[in-house]
């Protein structure tokens, strides 16, 4: 979709200050969140550092599990534990719509 129509608004330097902080916390362009806001969507706001940092966590606990699932000689267990990995991603994947994204399934 081309945007090519031009909107000009002013603002006071306290609704300016007020605009990007609610962009920055949802993590989006200024333009970006006025866009969402005329759609009608109410935009969440982004989560914390600690988010990041249990999600990152996360994912290294399902590599390791991953690579002990390769390593495993009993193809039931092997088989197991490779399927365990695949629901635990799956999981991450559905946190990391909900939280960043606000959409649930």
Do not use: W
């Not at 129509?5 to 362009?29: H, N």
């Amino acid at each position: 979709m081309k945007r090519n129509k031009r909107r000009e608004i002013l603002l006071t330097e306290e609704e300016a200050a007020d605009l990007k902080r609610k962009a920055q916390a949802v993590r989006m362009s200024e333009s970006r969140l006025i866009r969402q806001l005329i759609k009608g969507y109410k935009p969440t706001e982004a989560p914390g550092g600690e988010f990041f940092t249990t999600m990152n966590m996360l994912a290294e606990h399902v590599d390791r599990l991953e690579k002990l699932s390769g390593r495993e000689r009993d193809i039931e267990t092997r088989n197991l534990l490779f399927d365990e990995c695949m629901n635990m991603k799956e999981f991450r994947l559905k946190l990391v719509k909900k939280y960043l994204t606000g959409k649930e399934e």
